[in-house]
């Protein structure tokens, strides 16, 4: 799509296991698409992977851009929905997160960011990694920056299973630093990553973050703790 040059202002994925989870409550605009049964504003079955696109412009630009966009999904669009209330797509796509943390009870979820043009085989070799230890896994996230929220689902009771998501985690970072991505997309250093960025930065990159931190926080008072690359 980037490639055709189109240019979206929305560029949002979900996988097939996503899907999955958040359908039954999907519901698009009536008349706009219809699945393989024939019911306008579902979910199409078999549907393996979603892209939710908004465009900017006139009406002729945004009709115009519509249309190559189409076109350029040719057959691999199992449909096309164009719901009329777009406020309730995004609401069902905000929801999307409760929904998958109540699958199983919880979840684990790393923000990673990766060049666009890297995406699909960090979604292919993350699904390879949480499988590898046992748990089902999932991801979507904003396409058009390679942002993702790749997800496995766990139960909080059994510490094996948060064992094998800590372990998955921990393959994450190192596959999304291998592809020349960061660690942290949306959300932030804080925590939970901590120490992790000197695993993408270089040694010299890493002394200017601290040298810049002592300058502005010299006794260490603010946010204490937090964003610290080693």
Same mark, same amino acid.
């Given at each position: 799509?980037?490639?055709?040059?189109? @240019?979206?202002?929305?560029?949002? !994925?979900?996988?097939?296991?996503?899907? =999955?989870?958040?359908?039954?409550? %999907?519901?698009?605009?009536?008349?706009?698409?219809? +699945?393989?049964?024939?019911?306008?504003?579902?979910?199409? +079955?078999?549907?393996?992977?979603?892209?939710?696109?908004?465009?900017?412009?006139?009406?002729?630009?945004?009709?115009?851009? @519509?249309?190559?966009?189409?076109?350029?999904?040719?057959?691999?669009?199992?449909?096309?929905? =164009?719901?009329?209330?777009?406020?309730?797509?995004?609401?069902?796509? +905000?929801?999307?997160?409760?929904?998958?943390?109540?699958?199983?009870?919880? *979840?684990?979820?790393?923000?990673?960011?990766?060049?666009?043009? @890297?995406?699909?085989?960090?979604?292919? @070799?993350?699904?390879?990694?949480?499988?590898?230890?046992?748990?089902?896994?999932?991801?979507?996230?904003?396409?058009?920056?390679?942002?993702?929220?790749?997800?496995?689902?766990?139960?909080?009771? %059994? =510490?094996?299973?948060?064992?094998?998501?800590?372990?998955?985690?921990?393959?994450? %970072?190192?596959?999304?630093? =291998?592809?020349?991505?960061?660690?942290?997309?949306?959300?932030?250093?804080?925590?939970? *990553?901590?120490?992790?960025?000197?695993?993408?930065?270089?040694?010299?990159?890493?002394?200017?973050?601290?040298?810049? *931190?002592?300058? !502005? +926080?010299? *006794?260490?008072?603010?946010?204490?703790?937090?964003?610290?690359?080693?």
């Amino acid at each position: 799509m980037l490639g055709a040059g189109l @240019r979206p202002s929305v560029l949002d !994925f979900l996988d097939g296991a996503t899907l =999955e989870l958040a359908a039954r409550s %999907y519901r698009g605009a009536p008349g706009a698409g219809h +699945d393989a049964a024939g019911d306008a504003g579902a979910i199409p +079955d078999g549907a393996g992977f979603a892209l939710l696109v908004e465009v900017d412009g006139s009406q002729a630009e945004a009709e115009a851009q @519509r249309a190559e966009l189409v076109e350029l999904l040719g057959e691999a669009a199992v449909a096309v929905h =164009e719901p009329g209330d777009r406020d309730a797509l995004w609401r069902w796509r +905000d929801g999307i997160n409760p929904v998958v943390t109540a699958a199983r009870g919880a *979840k684990v979820s790393g923000d990673v960011v990766v060049p666009v043009e @890297r995406l699909g085989e960090l979604l292919e @070799r993350f699904a390879a990694i949480a499988a590898a230890h046992g748990l089902r896994s999932c991801a979507w996230g904003h396409a058009g920056e390679g942002n993702v929220h790749a997800t496995v689902l766990v139960d909080p009771d %059994y =510490e094996a299973e948060l064992d094998a998501a800590d372990a998955v985690s921990e393959e994450l %970072y190192a596959l999304t630093a =291998e592809l020349g991505g960061s660690i942290a997309g949306e959300h932030g250093v804080g925590v939970v *990553k901590r120490g992790r960025l000197q695993a993408q930065w270089s040694e010299r990159a890493v002394v200017l973050h601290e040298e810049i *931190k002592r300058a !502005f +926080d010299p *006794k260490g008072l603010m946010n204490p703790g937090k964003k610290l690359a080693r």
